[in-house]
């Protein structure tokens, strides 16, 4: 590419414009939420980040968040990880087949997913109860797609066939093979989708509203109107946690192939 | 579902009735709504998505700047709902950073919290998309094309009228319809942000789910949710063609 003095200047200039218009709402919120105000007017304070934790209903919110990005990822972890390595190993044929059903959730949005899936949840709240965490069974779908390509990716990188005839004629079971030869080569891969598939199920809001469970996101957008600082001091914390969650994830994929422009 | 929008809401029995109240002029006008704030928002992200793509595939494939803005851009464009529609509210909201530092003109009368103001969020997480799906094919643009051009006298511009905007072209109209479908689909910023009314069709579709007055108004909502589902497969059946175009002369 041409790299003209002039040039230079041009791009310094527009890359700090953008660099503007992405971070200027990010620190507007950042200082909005420490700024006092009603009878802390004019103060610095943590205030409404320790109300995050000090009001009942917000609390256990976030809880019943964090509880759901976890159950989420050991469902996803336990549906999609054998079912991967099956498929590799013994039904090559419908390879295709899964990963076009593993992909679909991307091209539906998820507000129709929701529609859909509204009657389904009148029977799983009969039959699980109403806690947040039967959400979990909806969101494994929501991430599907992600998680999906980062598994693949990582069984792409090893060959899962020789390691496993070499583990079956040292005499181990599937069961083995699957949590004690494949599991560990594929680690990168699948902490790449738990990390996606958390930062996910904490920004979730389509499904959480809709179905009326009170997650953190329908909770934060609840109090808005009246605790206006509050509410946006949570975003503010859990946008940092997913930013730190998606920045770690790329580098971790980074790491495993190293990202080379071939053409210089 | 797709039955559902056939059906009736009290009887459970066949009906058109849920089509054609989306012919009803509130249904025609929500569509519109949408297709021009997706339009809009693809558009105006595209456009700023692919000169900020160029701006950083000019940086060289080893810059530090580079691989931190596409890391970036991969968190920016995750980065929706309910948080998103904060950021904007306390940056151009009443009390926001902006309307205090420059006046209460630039909350004017609510603008943030109507179409106007959706087109500028959304924005917000298109341009960071269109960087993540365009930069390959910028980078697909062999040299080897340039330096022949300029070996057989071209201009910067010549090359790029004729060799280089013209090979671009379909990714970019392929990225362009990725967004609009992004933008259509969108919900939770707009459920948020938006005060008054349901100007856009999933916001309508909210409507028809939670009302409480009228009871058979879910099927509408399976209608609705039909409806959209046509204009995503248009939208995505236009982009796998375009994609097996794109394909052919970038690497």
Known sequence: MNAGSGFRVVRAVLLALFGLYFFLPLVSMANYSVRGKGPLE????????????RNEDLRSAIISSLLLAVLTVVLMVVLLVPTMIWVRLRVPGVSRLVEFLCLLPLTVPPLVIV??????????????????????????????????????S??????????????????????????????????????????????????????????????????????????????????????????????????????????????? | ????????????????????????????????????????????????????SYLIVSLGPRSMLRRATLSVAGVLAQFGGVTLAFAWISLLGFSGLLTEVLGTWVYGSGWLYGLNGLIVVYTYFQVPLMVIVFTPALE???????????????????????????????AFLGSVLLLFANAFAAYATAAVLVSQGNPIVPLLIRG????????????????LAAEMIVVVSIVMGLYALLLRRTSKWLR
Not at chain 1, 42 to 53: C, F, N, Q, S, W
Not at chain 2, 148 to 166: C, D, E, K
């Open chain 2, 1 to 52: 579902m797709i039955i559902g929008a056939f059906q009736d809401g009290d009887s459970g029995g066949f009906t058109m009735g849920n089509i054609e109240a989306l012919g009803s002029s509130a249904a025609v006008d929500t569509l519109r709504n949408s297709v021009l704030l997706a339009g809009s928002t693809a558009l105006l992200g595209g456009v700023l998505g692919a000169v900020l």
């Open chain 1, 115 to 152: 529609v859909g899936i509204s009657n389904v949840y009148t029977w799983v709240n009969y039959l699980l109860g109403d806690s947040p965490q039967v959400l979990a069974l909806a969101y494994v779908i929501l991430v599907l797609p992600y998680s999906y390509r980062s598994i693949d």
């Open chain 1, 154 to 264: 990582a069984l792409q990188a090893i060959d899962v066939t020789t390691l496993a005839e070499a583990a079956r004629s040292l005499g181990a079971g599937w069961l083995t093979v699957i949590t004690r030869i494949v599991m560990p080569n594929i680690v990168s891969g699948v902490a790449g989708a738990a990390f996606i598939a958390i930062a996910l199920v904490l920004g979730e809001y389509v499904f959480a509203s809709l179905l009326h469970y009170d997650t953190m996101p329908v909770a934060l957008a609840e109090i808005y109107r009246s605790e206006t600082s509050t509410a946006i001091a949570g975003a503010f914390a859990s946008i940092v946690l997913i930013s730190l969650l998606l920045l770690g994830l790329s580098f971790f994929n980074r790491n495993k192939a190293p990202d080379v422009g071939g053409h210089a």
């Open chain 2, 208 to 223: 028809a789910l939670t009302s409480e007055v009228l009871l058979g108004q879910q099927n509408l909502g399976f209608a």
């Open chain 2, 140 to 170: 697909g643009l062999r040299p080897q094309l340039r330096e022949a051009a300029v070996n057989l006298g071209a201009t910067p511009l010549q090359y790029w009228r004729l060799v280089g905007i013209p090979l671009l072209t379909p």
């Open chain 1, 42 to 53: 004019g103060k610095i304070t943590l205030h409404y980040y320790a109300e995050l934790v």
